[in-house]
């Protein structure tokens, strides 16, 4: 039996897989309510009579991980291959991160689960260098390297890098995210949280009003940036379908200055939740004029394909092939 895991800021989705491939059970776990990572695994194999024996595990966690250990950026958690091995008494836990996982997943999503956002164009196999980007809880940017035969996967930091603003407003939105973060990096404007942010600037920056009754129903929702996200799509709030649109320009810029910087001649992948809820947006135009606005380079970038990614099991199909010994 092998144990898979795709385990972000939100939630922990754990998996058994059989010799065969077929998923035999599946859970998922709010990841703030459970204390480590461990605990859920414990949980979740303590379920079992008689406990299955793993054979291999893969765990794919958003974070850095160096040398088989992570301390989650957005979790209090420190993850450390051996301790799992110890603990669960598993031979073999491969850790690796959840972008790493989230790129070896899409590539094997098919074309059915995916919407182009620049042009008709879709990615390919076999042509070149691969990027995903996702934004969820955090920010996460990987990419695959072809190497003429096969994609040797690279995970990044790059959420983590500088915001740049590309124009006036963008350059007002960074002047009031210094004031209250003081580094400003794109996962402060590209995530859930980010969004808030951002609906927060038109609000509090921009003096964009709303009604007593929008800002009451944000104040008290059990997901604030969930409930903007809502009010952005259906047009109740002006200040939020606002922060939509800006938030849809400003994923189209970090994908356009990924996909330049890894050379992703074989195309974007756009992974997670926030995105495929906010395809409507995404694909009005935004997005796609922000990938290719780059200057001498903006008609290198209309000929790379990028594709949103429609499939919330992308991480675990990662974790599966790694696990399974299939990675590419």
Known sequence: MFLIGDIGGTHTRLALVAPTGRTVREQEFASHKVASLEA???????????????????LAIAGPVVKGRCVTTNLPWVVDERVIERKLKIAKVTLLNDLVALAQGAVQVPRAKLRPLNG???????????????????????????????????????GHADFAPGDDLELELLRFLRVRFGHVSWERVLSGNGLGNIYDFFVQGQGVSESAA???????????????????????????????????????????????????????YVCGNIAAHAMPILARGAFEQAFRAKGRFSGFMEKVPVALVLNDRVGLMGSRAVAMGKAL
């Not at 390297?145 to 996967?153: H, M, Q, T, V």
């Open 40 to 58: 859920a695994l414990l949980e979740f194999l303590g379920a079992d009579h008689p406990r299955p024996r793993i054979k291999r595990a893969a």
């Open 120 to 158: 008709a164009l879709l990615p390919k196999k076999g042509i070149g260098n691969v990027a995903v980007i996702a934004a969820g809880t955090g920010l996460g940017e990987a990419l695959l390297l072809w190497d003429g035969g096969r994609f040797i996967p690279n995970a990044t930091e790059g």
């Open 214 to 268: 929008i800002s009451n129903s944000i104040v008290t929702a059990a997901d604030r940036n969930a409930t903007i996200s809502a009010l952005g799509l259906s047009g109740e709030s002006p200040a939020a379908a606002r922060a939509l649109d800006l938030f849809a320009r400003l994923y189209g810029a970090e994908a356009g200055n990924l996909a330049l910087k890894t050379m992703a001649i074989g195309g974007v």
